[in-house]
């Protein structure tokens, strides 16, 4: 049966297969032939179930065929019409015994012929006795590799005493220092400017001011928000950001705000007005809890404001916020001895102490939230260490459940992770959220984090980082077998942009020692050291968002706060100086682009793939080709039994008898006449029960069978499988159990003593999805059964496509985790259409395939019907 759509796109592509040569063709569904390593057009074979309902595919779909012995598929007929050929005789009726009769007189003549070609056990035997290879090699490039030299090609690359140590060249370095602070050791200047008015501040260079004073640099107090709970105009936003313009700079420190905040001597958290002071203002979850509390979690609910949370000192965390209520904002069942009020023009504003070990309980909205968010504070208090594979999770999908605010790059979530993290990958600008992180997980150890994540086996809506598995298993119960040795595909644009800007961060801010090592360069005078930074004194009644005006927020805050003497602001997040000193200090952060500029960025995705760009290069993968096209017979060893040794002899020698017979039945002489007679009538015998021999002699347990992985789409039932591949249903193929697949089925017989494999059918939620799935069109999950020859087992597992390969990549639970793969020969990809669970010693035959693209999610072209124009 021809594809029932055809995919729209008609230009034509062109790759290279394993030896080199050229394939060139429109885009179209192809495998790789295991015998000749070239592209062929994908064929599956498929029940009729399957072949005339009413969905439809872009591949070609086959009649499932009968593989056994001729011999044995003739002696079957004979039978045919018998559901159980094993019942005892007196059980069958007589018209069952008159038919078979029938059909053996019938196919008597036949059997002479066909006792000749009776061979037990003769199937193929191929690869030495091993699943056939995926003879398979990439001919890419990644775009970045975990060895860095893998990378260059070898006529640019640098002799080895000029290589530049990859801690010096790809990493972005830790900050030991804020680069600029605000100083408020005087009253502000109140300038009125267009009718408003605006506080004057100044802020200094902080190594300038440490080699002019002579002095290290003083403690201060890094001040969070978060802007979403403010409102304030353009001029306001551009008036008060702490950034420049520069791309160079934005690199530089906004990535790295984790340091400052590590740094600082503590935290000031600065939230806006309460909301039931100010119903323009409301947080952005409903909750609830007390209104202080709804804005603490709105202010956790960003990635730029939640590692403030995690890396803040102490055990406390402070928060100061305005309302102009009389009574308090606290339930009455809350006491805090910490509270503090003071009197502004903007109203009261109130201090409140809560319990860093108590955040995550009383602020957050979901339980799961609170678990994993409770972990961290816990690990990074030093109450509850994470171990480094856990601490590398945990923290992907609390930042994967929170908000961007203003996203900068594709891959922001990834990066704001990375300040958790000791060591840091350059940012690239064309990096997506999964090569981001991809990126910081080969840079940091973290136990294989990654390798673990590709042997999850994902649900249907369940996204890229999300660590929960089908199976039940955990990240820690998953020992992985390969390594990923590189990610994304390299495009030469996109590397001069992501070299362009690694060139310029380096150029202005660090110089190098004789070794290649970088270290950060003490900055000439900036105009900007004396320069007057205005920020509106209205910011912290009408606030914006995070990165842009965190500063402002601190600003006004020292206006708010009446502190005893001065206030110190870090534009890297406003601090404080914790002691009120008279000469504080304040740090600047690189300033970010101007609002006008941020408005015109895209929005990015970070919960979804690219199926193009999101691969990754892996390497060390046991694999094996899944035969769609047809079954074949495998060869098989049995027991050699002397009763079947005989019955063998018999069939092969019987036409002797035969002969001899004949010809002495000829003879006119009695004596000789009637033993002619007698080896005829043996020999006729041997034939008659032919149909009985034949299935003896194809009979018995199987010692040894070849490997071989078969699949075909649908569903049915076991001793239908097995007929089709050995020519009888013996008993021998069972359905796959240790949960093999999510829809594998056993039962537990003889009071708890065995464990005994179900037809995955008997739970009705199973037989619905079958009976729905053979309506599936293109893109749809489909159902799809796969035979190991090996271990004599047929599983049952969903898949939008057929894989064409099984790539081992781990194991689990005393069970091997196989990627099913679909194979997209344009770009030479995998893509990971299922995990299924192997037994372990299917390792022993199974050959090394080349270092791998595997791509995690498969997109899906545009198709129409082939009766459509």
Not at 275 to 282: H, L, N, Y
Not at 372 to 399: M, P
Not at 403 to 432: E, K, T, V
Request: with cysteine; aromatic share 12%; hydrophobic share 35%.
């Amino acid at each position: 049966m021809n594809p029932t759509h055809k995919y729209t796109q008609l230009t034509r592509h062109k790759s290279r297969d394993v030896f080199g040569r050229t394939y060139r063709d429109v885009y179209s569904d192809c495998a790789i032939s295991s015998d000749t390593g070239k592209f062929i057009k994908l064929k599956v074979q498929a029940t009729e179930h399957v072949r005339h309902s009413a969905g439809g595919s872009t591949w070609k779909r086959k009649k499932i065929k009968n593989a056994g012995p001729t011999a044995l598929k003739v002696s079957n007929w004979v039978f045919s019409h018998i559901d159980n050929v094993n019942k005892p005789l007196n059980e069958y009726s007589l018209g069952d015994i008159a038919q078979v009769i029938g059909r053996t007189i019938a196919i008597t003549p036949l059997m002479l012929f066909l006792n000749f070609a009776v061979n037990p056990g003769g199937g193929q035997e191929r690869n030495g006795g091993y699943y056939d290879p995926v003879p398979y090699r990439y001919y890419g490039r990644a775009k970045t590799s975990r060895n860095p030299m893998d990378e260059k090609p070898a006529i640019f690359a640098t002799p080895n005493f000029e290589k530049t140590p990859r801690a010096a060249s790809d990493r972005t370095e830790r900050v030991l220092l804020p680069r600029r602070l605000c100083w408020l050791d005087t009253k502000p200047q109140v300038v009125v400017e267009k009718g408003v008015e605006y506080q004057v501040y100044e802020s200094t260079d902080v190594k300038q001011w440490m080699k002019q004073n002579e002095k290290h640099c003083p403690e201060y107090l890094f001040i969070a928000w978060r802007t979403t709970q403010f409102n304030e105009s353009r001029e306001d936003r551009e008036a008060e950001s702490c950034f420049t313009d520069s791309e160079a700079e934005l690199a530089l420190d906004v990535w790295r705000m984790s340091d400052i905040v590590r740094g600082s001597s503590g935290v000031a958290v600065v939230l806006g007005k309460l909301p039931d002071d100010d119903a323009s203002v409301q947080p952005e979850h409903d909750s609830n809890k007390d209104p202080l509390y709804a804005l603490l979690s709105s202010w956790s609910q960003s990635i730029w404001t939640f590692p403030e949370l995690l890396l803040s000192q102490g055990s406390t965390i402070t928060c100061y916020y305005l309302s102009e209520s009389e009574e308090e904002p606290m339930s009455p069942d809350v006491v805090d001895l910490y509270q503090d009020l003071s009197e502004s023009q903007y109203g009261t504003v109130r201090k409140q102490v809560i319990p860093k070990n108590q955040f995550a309980a009383r602020c957050l909205e979901t339980s799961r939230d609170r678990y994993q968010v409770r972990r961290l504070i816990d690990h990074y208090s030093g109450n509850l260490k994470l171990s480094d594979l856990e601490l590398t999770t945990i923290a992907l999908e609390c930042f994967s459940s929170r908000q961007a605010g203003n996203q900068y790059l594709p891959g922001d979530y990834s990066y704001a992770l990375m300040g958790l993290l000791g060591r840091r990958p350059q940012i690239h600008r064309s990096d997506s959220a999964f090569l981001a992180f991809a990126r910081l997980s080969l840079e940091n150890y973290n136990n294989r984090l990654f390798e673990r994540m590709l042997c999850l086996l994902h649900g249907e809506d369940q996204l890229w980082y999300d660590t929960t598995d089908v199976y039940g298993a955990r990240l820690w119960d998953i020992e992985p077998s390969v390594q990923v040795a590189g990610i994304g595909v390299y495009n030469e644009q996109e590397a001069e942009m992501d070299a362009m800007s690694k060139y310029e961060f380096e150029q202005e801010f660090f110089h190098r020692d004789g070794d290649g090592f970088a270290s950060e360069k003490i900055l000439p005078p900036s105009p900007m050291s004396q320069s007057r930074w205005q920020y509106s004194p209205s910011a912290m009644a009408q606030p914006q968002t995070h990165l842009t005006s965190r500063s402002q927020v601190s600003f006004n805050s020292t206006i708010l706060l009446n502190p005893p003497g001065a206030f110190s602001h870090t534009a890297y997040n406003s601090p404080l100086q914790k002691s009120w000193s008279p000469s504080p200090t304040v740090t600047e952060m690189a300033e970010l682009p101007s609002p006008s500029a941020r408005q015109q960025n895209p929005a990015y995705s970070h919960a979804h793939l690219n199926p193009q760009t999101d691969t990754i290069i892996l390497d060390g993968c046991l694999a094996a080709t899944v035969h769609w096209s047809e079954f074949c017979t495998p060869l098989t060893t049995s027991y050699p039994a002397l009763f079947r040794r005989i019955l063998k002899w018999l069939l092969r020698v019987n036409f002797m008898p035969l002969i001899i017979g004949t010809i002495l039945a000829l003879i006119p002489w009695p004596p000789v006449s009637s033993f002619g007679g007698f080896l005829l009538f043996y020999s006729l015998s041997i034939l008659v029960f032919s149909p009985f021999i034949i299935r003896n002699l194809y009979g018995g347990k199987f010692w040894a069978v070849q490997p071989f992985f078969f699949g075909f789409e649908g569903y049915m039932p076991i001793n239908e499988i097995e007929r089709k591949i050995w020519g009888a249903d013996m008993g021998r193929l069972t359905w796959s159990w240790y949960a093999s697949s999510p829809l594998a089925v056993h039962k537990i017989e003889e009071e708890g003593r065995y464990i005994v494999s179900e037809d995955p059918t008997v739970v009705e939620e199973t037989r619905r999805m079958v009976e729905a799935a053979t309506k599936a069109g293109p893109g749809d999950m489909r159902v799809f059964t796969l035979v190991d020859t090996y271990s004599m087992t047929a599983t049952l597992f969903q898949a939008r496509r057929p894989p064409e390969a099984l790539l081992i990549c781990g194991s689990e639970g005393g069970m091997q985790r196989a990627l099913g793969c679909s194979f997209e020969w344009t770009t030479q990809t995998f893509y990971k259409e299922t995990v299924l669970r192997l037994e372990t010693r299917v390792l022993d035959k199974m050959d090394r395939i080349r270092r791998v693209r595997l791509g995690i999610k498969r997109g899906q072209m545009a198709v129409t019907p082939k009766t459509a124009l």
